[in-house]
């Protein structure tokens, strides 16, 4: 904030750092001011997409929409237990059938119909294909700030 107020945009825009916000908004929560800092750093994540940073950091999300055009679902549980996915896997049956649920999530065919309507409509593979597009040609953001 001391550098946007100082107006060192490049520095700022070409940082890591304003990737690793959550926008859980505690920051919020607990400012006296009820300051929104993370509105903040939309905004500046915005400004730095525009400028060409950051689009390398974007690159969880093109796994994501895959994920929702191949199976109804934008995560698994493989996705975040790269050790050892089918622990994971084993695990998440447990806890559903623990809670009454079937043993796997399945998404149904109503719903796959709706979704490929909606991701028709949006034109959602094209915006995945630019957004994979614009990965590859980043600017690459510093880790150091
Ligand atoms: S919203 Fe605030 S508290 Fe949450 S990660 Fe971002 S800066 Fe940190």
């Known amino acids: 904030m001391y550098d946007v107020a100082l107006g060192e945009e490049d520095k700022v825009l070409s940082s890591k750092e304003i990737w690793y916000c959550f926008q859980c908004f505690f920051c919020t929560n607990k400012c006296p001011f009820k300051i929104g800092i993370p509105y903040i750093i939309s905004r500046l994540r915005k400004m730095a997409l525009e400028q060409g940073y950051g689009w ?70 094209e915006e995945l294909e630019n957004l994979e597009e614009r990965v590859e040609e980043s600017k690459e953001s510093s880790e150091n700030y």
């Open 56 to 125: 390398e950091l974007t690159k969880i999300l093109s796994g994501v929409g895959r994920n929702l055009i191949k199976s109804g679902l934008s995560i698994s549980p493989q996705d975040y237990a790269r050790l050892d996915p089918k622990k994971a896997e084993r695990e998440l049956a447990k806890a559903r059938l623990e809670m009454g649920l079937p043993e796997k999530y399945q998404v149904s065919d109503k719903a796959r119909e709706e979704l490929k309507v909606i991701l028709e409509e949006t034109n959602f593979k």
